[in-house]
């Protein structure tokens, strides 16, 4: 993927970000924070699981184009996953941004962020989300 | 203006907005730091050697430059301290702790700083005192009339900004220490914002407590002040106990403290620091502070002219009147606006400014932050606004 594709697609799910929103009916969905405590991203995530599958995914916040675009991305990649799923799929992405080995297929979109191991300031931009879904799902499997 | 003394500026674009953040430091505090480990390093009132009695002399004397900068009345009532977070908490825990009794109500305003907030909030947990908050006007100043609508009969401070670091908005300290006081009320004041950009006369404007950093007034970090009125400072309850404070003390445990301000500075001070300080008041005083003051007012109008244009920026404090201006770029984030800018080396603040509840005031929590200072230049600004102009390009330029 070039550059310009990868801005694009960054750009589009900042600007149009998907699943945005807190749920109408909260009562249904788990919330976690997820803040970076050296800049200042903070959202609050919700997820609905029933019988061990993402069934929806909500968040609201404010944070930066890195921290919402990745947060539209990797949210509906989780959606309809199993919890079993949803951790393979977040832990090649840790591994991705941490230049571990990763299995680039399973990442799809979030593969925009291939990079990003180069600007060490903004990891916990693209990990935002993913470290907050990650606690929340804990345990749930 | 004077952007010769500090050599961090010469042979560099950088521009250097973000003095409400810290200061950078001019040659001359650097060296008086660097000539205190080249030439004369020593503890301070423990040697009977040439080099301890010359630095002894010096920070005694640094006491006296600071006296005589904010207009106290003795030189005891300038306690060096790490900073203003510092000299608040000293306030709060060593002084009101031991004064107040619960129920008794702290006023505050919702645009204060983290460290004239959080230890107001510990002592009421701990104390049952109240924190209250004066109410700001339409354009998010202090003043008078709703001072004294806040006030009760069970008021016994008053602890604000001299200038807030989010809005940037004046006290007029003196009227605000008047009404205070024919209430009986003390007033703790933190001048962490205004030190380097206003006068400050402890003696005229009345203050009971005052607080600020060096590396504000560019001094070094790590070093700053607690001023209070003698009577008061003697009934400060040392927050740290050892050595360097105390008289006496006996294997039974009698212990006699040192007369102020000694009783206030336990271990060995930061000797460097104090004596950086000393340097960095010298300096500024010899600018000018109204000087200095002048020109920065000077140069926040034509900042706050230049970015009217631009009508895809939202100022918050447009019509403040310190050298601080808080914006947004309309639907860019302020940290990735804040990136953008270094791209430029233009330095800014983004964030909420260690000023939390500021959020509910403009309904707006994350901004992007222009402090000014006397080394800042018109030129700086235009290079500023054409860079936000092209600001259009910011995905290409961060992403």
């Known amino acids: ?141 | 203006m004077n952007r010769e003394d500090f050599t961090i500026l010469k042979d560099s674009n950088m521009v250097y907005f973000d003095n409400g953040a810290t200061t950078l430091k001019p040659d001359c505090v650097r060296d008086a730091v660097i000539d205190y480990y080249n030439k004369y390093t020593a503890s301070i009132h423990r040697g009977d050697y040439k080099n301890s009695l010359k630095v002894s002399a010096m920070y005694d004397d640094t006491r006296e430059i600071i006296r005589k900068f904010i207009n106290a009345n003795h030189p005891s009532e300038i306690i060096f301290t790490a900073g203003t977070t510092d000299s608040l908490n000293d306030i709060v825990f060593g002084y009101f702790r031991h004064h107040l009794v619960k129920g008794d109500e702290i006023l505050i305003t919702e645009t204060e700083h983290a460290s004239n907030v959080l230890p107001w909030f510990i002592l009421a947990k701990e104390i049952g005192v109240v924190v209250k908050y004066i109410s700001l006007n339409d354009n998010n100043e202090l003043t008078i009339d709703n001072l004294r609508n806040a006030i009760t009969d069970k008021t016994k401070v008053v602890s604000i900004a001299h200038i807030t670091n989010v809005i940037g908005d004046v006290r007029d300290i003196k009227e605000i220490a008047k009404e205070c006081h024919s209430h009986n009320i003390l007033l703790v004041v933190d001048a962490a914002q205004s030190i380097a950009h206003i006068k400050v006369d402890v003696t005229d404007m009345d203050i009971d407590f005052m607080a600020f950093s060096g590396h504000k007034i560019y001094g070094p970090t790590g070093i700053g002040v607690l001023y209070g009125k003698f009577n008061l400072l003697k009934e400060l309850t040392p927050v740290a106990y050892g050595g360097g404070m105390n008289a006496i003390f006996n294997k039974d445990g009698y212990v006699e403290y040192k007369d102020l301000p000694d009783k206030l500075e336990a271990g060995t001070p930061n000797i460097e620091g104090v004596l950086g300080l000393g340097k960095s008041i010298l300096y500024v005083d010899k600018i000018g502070i109204d000087k200095i003051n002048k020109y920065e007012t000077e140069l926040r109008k034509y900042l706050v002219d230049k970015l009217s244009e631009l009508d895809f920026i939202t100022m918050y404090n447009k019509d403040n009147e310190a050298a601080i201006i808080t914006f947004n770029i309309d639907n860019v984030f302020s940290q990735d606006a804040a990136i953008y800018l270094d791209k430029y080396n233009i330095c800014v603040r983004a964030g909420n400014h260690c000023a939390k509840m500021t959020k509910d005031v403009f309904n707006v929590a994350n901004t992007v932050r222009i402090s000014l200072s006397f080394y800042n230049t018109k030129e700086e600004i235009d290079l500023l606004v054409n860079v936000l102009k092209n600001s259009k390009n910011i995905w290409e330029e961060i992403l």
């Open chain 1, 1 to 141: 993927m070039d550059n310009d594709m990868k801005r694009s697609i960054i750009l589009d799910n900042y600007s149009n970000a998907r699943n945005r929103g807190i749920p109408d009916n909260s009562d249904d969905y788990i919330m976690i924070n997820s803040n970076n405590q050296s800049c200042i991203d903070n959202i609050n995530i919700y997820v609905k699981l029933k019988d061990g599958v993402i069934e929806d995914i909500k968040y609201e916040g404010e944070a930066c184009v890195i921290a919402i675009s990745s947060t539209s991305i990797i949210s509906s990649m989780l959606i309809g996953k199993t919890l079993k799923e949803a951790n393979e799929l977040l832990g090649n992405y840790f591994n991705m941004i941490e230049e571990k080995e990763y299995d680039k297929e399973l990442l799809g979109e979030a593969n925009v962020y291939e990079d990003m191991y180069k600007q060490p300031s903004r990891k916990t931009c693209a990990t935002l989300f993913a470290r907050g879904i990650t606690n929340l799902l804990k345990g749930k499997e």
